[in-house]
């Protein structure tokens, strides 16, 4: 990835809002010539979406866990993420090296509603979960660096 195409990356990470006239001035590129570099990263897939940052809690989402899971069956395909991908509850699935074979990142009004979820997990991955109640959250969302 060129230089240029860097810089563009590590102010979108920083803003995804920020404006390609504004990108373009930060970067010294016309906003035209900004906007087709942009256009390029996203067909090459470096830039992969736009998301909007929320506060779960404000939304009816106040409790977040990270539910790891286990198979029951270690030598089963290894399909648990197609098998979990319908339920919307679930933020983001990490496939991981150590005791558990994925992380969840849940998010759900209430203690009644994480343990449904959490049978719901057993039994649609055919799987054991090992759970952990998120107390508060510091921070979080924050993006890498992007080596320039």
Known sequence: METLDRQIVALLTEDGRMSFADLGRRVGLSTSAVHQRVKRLEERGLITGYRAEVDYAAVG???????????????????????????????????????????????????????????????????????????????????????G
Request: charged share 15%.
């Open 61 to 147: 989402l106040p409790l977040t866990a990270l539910i790891s899971v286990v198979p029951f069956d270690p030598a089963a395909e290894d399909d648990i993420p197609q098998r979990l991908a319908h339920i919307p509850q679930i933020v983001s699935c990490w496939s991981v090296a150590g005791d558990e074979n994925y992380v969840l990142l849940v998010r759900v009004p209430t203690p009644q509603d994480l343990e449904a979820l959490i049978a719901e997990i057993r039994e649609a991955g055919s799987c054991s979960t090992n759970t952990t109640v998120v107390l508060s959250t510091p921070w979080e969302g924050r993006t890498a660096s992007v080596p």
